[in-house]
């Protein structure tokens, strides 16, 4: 017997399965445009099903609320989403953990200090849950290489309306970098740099040619062996394009139960 859950069929007999694995998933625009491929791995490799915990989307912040396509939706922090408080409630097992798309805040104003102190609220909880975590750092790689002109149509584009001039970003997001580096060497974090190739025009977006391939790279430093699947089901997976357990839509605040999909292998997505 089968149900639709929004876009995805569920298979009644496998709902309640245990998870072989738990994996929280922290990022912006990168991680939620590759959400599916993610999710597709993990389902591959964990031998078993997985429960995804994901707290993502377009211009997400770590610390604070943030707003796009004009303010028509809007997501609670990273770190004040629902999130860890459902994390809490869990039992333990076996963890792992991304952090990534770390930057957007630059281009809302705070400083390096201040979302290097996000990231490491973040960090502490997923350590204090044994979860072996990677994080990739801001891709100074490809901002180094951003001219004034190239910066304000970016922004403009991505983030209207931000006015953070573009010497105050570039030396803030140095300045960030290199925090985020010390926080993974004193935790003894795996830190996975970004490499130049996966950038165009777009300085912080991988290009669709290398997202395969810049994915594949990042998730290759967890010690799970993730491999490739037999078939491309990541092309299967539909996850929800708003989803959250908590959001605005024109101002409106919005709730959706978690997790917000179930799978037949009994892989669950939770959204915050």
């Given at each position: 017997?089968?149900?639709?859950?929004g876009q995805v069929f569920v298979q009644m007999?496998?709902?309640?399965?245990?998870?072989?694995?738990?994996?929280?998933?922290?990022?912006?625009?990168?991680?939620?445009?590759?959400?599916?491929?993610?999710?597709?791995?993990?389902?591959?490799?964990?031998?078993?099903?997985?429960?995804?915990?994901?707290?993502?989307?377009?211009?997400?912040?770590?610390?604070?609320?943030?707003?796009?396509?004009?303010?028509?939706?809007?997501?609670?922090?990273?770190?004040?989403?629902?999130?860890?408080?459902?994390?809490?409630?869990?039992?333990?097992?076996?963890?792992?953990?991304?952090?990534?798309?770390?930057?957007?805040?630059?281009?809302?104003?705070?400083?390096?200090?201040?979302?290097?102190?996000?990231?490491?609220?973040?960090?502490?909880?997923?350590?204090?849950?044994?979860?072996?975590?990677?994080?990739?750092?801001?891709?100074?790689?490809?901002?180094?290489?951003?001219?004034?002109?190239?910066?304000?149509?970016?922004?403009?584009?991505?983030?209207p309306g931000r006015g953070v001039p573009w010497?105050?970003?570039?030396?803030?997001?140095?300045?960030?970098?290199?925090?985020?580096?010390?926080?993974?060497?004193?935790?003894?974090?795996?830190?996975?740099?970004?490499?130049?190739?996966?950038?165009?025009?777009?300085?912080?977006?991988?290009?669709?040619?290398?997202?395969?391939?810049?994915?594949?790279?990042?998730?290759?430093?967890?010690?799970?062996?993730?491999?490739?699947?037999?078939?491309?089901?990541?092309?299967?997976?539909?996850?929800?394009?708003?989803?959250?357990?908590?959001?605005?839509?024109?101002?409106?605040?919005?709730?959706?139960?978690?997790?917000?999909?179930?799978?037949?292998?009994?892989?669950?997505?939770?959204?915050?």
């Amino acid at each position: 017997m089968s149900y639709r859950e929004g876009q995805v069929f569920v298979q009644m007999s496998y709902a309640h399965q245990t998870p072989a694995l738990r994996a929280v998933l922290l990022g912006a625009s990168n991680l939620k445009m590759s959400l599916p491929r993610i999710v597709g791995r993990l389902r591959h490799a964990a031998g078993g099903p997985v429960e995804v915990l994901a707290a993502c989307g377009h211009g997400r912040s770590y610390g604070k609320r943030s707003r796009i396509f004009f303010g028509a939706r809007s997501l609670p922090g990273i770190t004040r989403c629902g999130l860890w408080a459902d994390l809490e409630k869990r039992p333990p097992l076996r963890s792992i953990a991304l952090i990534t798309d770390v930057g957007n805040d630059l281009l809302y104003g705070e400083t390096a200090e201040t979302i290097a102190g996000w990231v490491r609220e973040c960090l502490e909880r997923l350590l204090r849950h044994g979860a072996e975590t990677i994080c990739t750092p801001l891709p100074m790689i490809s901002i180094e290489k951003v001219s004034v002109f190239r910066y304000h149509a970016a922004r403009s584009i991505l983030f209207p309306g931000r006015g953070v001039p573009w010497r105050t970003l570039l030396a803030r997001a140095r300045e960030l970098d290199g925090r985020l580096r010390r926080l993974a060497e004193e935790h003894q974090l795996c830190l996975v740099a970004p490499q130049a190739d996966w950038y165009g025009i777009d300085p912080i977006h991988f290009r669709m040619f290398w997202r395969r391939k810049a994915w594949d790279h990042i998730l290759s430093h967890w010690t799970l062996t993730l491999g490739q699947p037999a078939e491309p089901s990541w092309r299967r997976l539909r996850l929800p394009l708003i989803g959250a357990e908590e959001y605005r839509l024109f101002g409106v605040p919005r709730h959706t139960p978690q997790p917000a999909c179930r799978f037949t292998d009994g892989t669950t997505v939770a959204l915050y």
